[in-house]
């Protein structure tokens, strides 16, 4: 290697894009019993809710770009 990698960073004009990915994939993991187990069930509850209403927040975002 030429060089030694001091750091990385996400280009900010990508975030509406890899946001919802992200959501998908902890959405697809709290889906699975196995890796929230230790959580109660009204936190597994929470988590499903909190989730959901950040998909519809970044959808809005998403849409607020979105000429009428």
């Known amino acids: 290697m030429h060089f030694t990698p001091k750091g990385w960073s996400i280009e900010r004009a990508g975030l509406p ?4 990915d992200v959501v998908g994939v902890i959405e697809m993991i709290a ?3 196995w890796p929230f187990r230790h959580m109660h069930g009204r936190d597994r509850d929470r988590l499903a809710a909190l989730l959901g209403e950040l998909r519809m927040t970044l959808q809005a975002l998403g849409n607020a770009d979105q000429p009428a």
């Open 17 to 20: 894009r890899i946001c919802p």
């Open 31 to 33: 889906a699975d019993p």
